[in-house]
């Protein structure tokens, strides 16, 4: 394809990208095909000779779409926000048609100092102080694994140039609560501190944020047994409902014991660009690591994902590399993300974030995030005031935990009675929820945020959701 080529077949493909936004409200929320049915539709092997654009969009049309279940939904409710505002597309296309490849700061000194800025952007949005410097990964789960990763280095004074954690006399301990994500037990196996020195701590109901006291017995308790509290893993904002454990005090225990603390705010970190809910974030300065996803609730196309550290020399002195092909005259004076993180080629991430900030403005992004919150309590006060909803957990964002109970119904069938509404709902395409196990027992997830919900569609879902519970029966 040469440039003349690519100009007119982009032009066709932004209309498209445009056109599918504008009538994304229209298409059924999930995506309802079979396994195995968007594969059979596409040709078996690859083609030989050149293709056409308009064939190319008509797979789009006809495999793509169907096969997919649409984040950008106003009716999306599921999981957390994925929002992929346009603004952040528009920089994600100038990313790819860039192509720079971020290998050193001399490959590409923009990519390197434009991240920079960014993250100190985001970091100013934040209300962070001056001390943090961050940098741009794929997501939350590497971010956990990095940190754990430095944590173990910090703990064993650099086992890894020695006979790494197999060489050492006594095993880490890692802390994390009972409702912190799956990803954080990954990325504690991973790092090798070994599934019996993980610690589950136990929160506190019905806010379920980690349980101090609790944390505070099994670090004695571990460190009295001869192992080495390393890390704790505290989650602002978890994926069941949006808990926010108490990170000043997890931070004064684990002064107490020299361990290092990681923040996970996926998804809530966005509520930091918030001043009224700053609170909910105290004691982060004090942490090692911090990572958040603008990826998700803010709008940034996704795998933009900021980790923030107050001294980087901790992940340069884990994952430094310095091949003689990559030395530059200015190697010393100059960040090199590649030592910041795992991946050697880095992509001009940057652009995706910095795109959304730039054209959207600061003022923007907060009225969506208030709007959200708004209408998450509009809603919450919705489903507790009506006779056989329940708010299982607060809301201290915009996700709602809910179920329905049609007195009288033991655990199982009231479990049955549950995945059936929200199964009815999702498959409607009408709106999509996502349910999930609390204490051993499901409920429903209602996550408000995709970008162009608005509270109509809030109400849609409310009749949906009474319509199907109330009609579905046990
Ligand atoms: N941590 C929390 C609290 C999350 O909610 C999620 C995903 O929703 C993750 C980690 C995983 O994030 P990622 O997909 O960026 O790895």
């Known amino acids: 394809m040469d440039v003349e080529e690519f100009r007119r077949a982009a032009h066709d493909l932004v209309d498209w990208v445009a056109d599918y936004r504008a009538r994304v409200a229209e298409l059924p929320v999930r995506a309802a095909v079979a396994p195995g049915e968007v594969a059979g539709a596409l040709p078996k092997s690859p083609p030989e000779g050149p293709g056409d654009l308009k064939d190319f969009i008509a797979v789009l049309d006809e495999v793509v779409v169907p096969g997919l279940t649409h984040t950008q939904h106003p009716a999306n409710f599921a999981w957390f926000p994925s929002n992929a505002a346009l603004a952040s597309v528009l920089g994600d296309i100038v990313a790819g048609g860039l192509g720079a490849l971020g290998l050193s700061w001399q490959a590409a000194p923009a990519l390197t100092e434009v991240e920079q800025v960014v993250c100190d952007w985001a970091r100013q949005l934040c209300g962070l102080s001056a001390r943090w410097s961050g940098t741009i990964g794929d997501g939350a789960s590497t971010a956990s694994l990095v940190a754990l990763l430095v944590a173990r280095e910090r703990a064993t004074g650099g086992s890894l140039r020695r006979g790494g954690l197999q060489g050492e006399p006594a095993p880490l301990t890692v802390y994390f609560s009972e409702d912190a994500h799956s990803s954080v037990t990954k990325a504690a196996l991973l790092a090798g501190y070994g599934e019996g020195n993980l610690r589950l701590v136990t929160v506190r109901r019905p806010r379920r944020e980690l349980d101090v006291d609790a944390l505070a017995q099994l670090m004695a308790q571990d460190l009295a047994e001869g192992r080495r509290p390393a890390a704790i893993v505290t989650t602002a904002g978890t994926t069941l409902t949006t808990a926010f454990d108490p990170i000043g005090d997890i931070c004064q225990l684990a002064r107490d014991h020299g ?44 795998e933009t994902s900021l980790l923030y550290v107050k001294d980087p020399a901790s992940l340069v002195s884990v994952m430094a590399s310095d091949p003689s092909y990559l030395r530059s005259g200015r190697d010393g004076s100059v960040v090199q993300y590649r030592d910041w993180g795992l991946p050697l080629g880095r992509r001009f991430r940057a652009l995706r974030l910095w795109a959304l900030l730039s054209l959207e403005g600061a003022a923007a992004l907060r009225a969506r995030l208030r709007r959200d919150l708004a209408n998450a309590q509009r809603l919450a006060a919705l489903v507790s005031s009506t006779t056989g909803w329940e708010l299982l957990a607060p809301v201290p964002l915009q996700t709602l935990c809910v179920r329905h109970v049609p007195a009288p119904l033991g655990a199982e069938d009231l479990d049955r009675h549950t995945l059936a509404w929200c199964e009815a709902v999702n498959s409607s395409g009408a709106a999509h929820l996502t349910p999930a196990l609390l204490d051993g027992h499901w409920m429903v997830r209602v996550s408000i945020g995709a970008e162009p919900t608005e509270w109509r569609h809030i109400e849609q879902l409310w009749d949906l959701m009474r319509e199907k519970a109330e009609g579905t029966g046990t």
């Open 259 to 302: 361990a290092y603390v990681h923040v996970d705010a996926a998804m809530a970190g966005s509520a930091m660009l918030l001043p009224e809910c700053r609170h909910l974030f105290e004691g982060v300065e004090e942490v090692d690591s911090l990572c958040w996803n603008p990826h998700k609730w803010l709008g940034s196309v996704l």
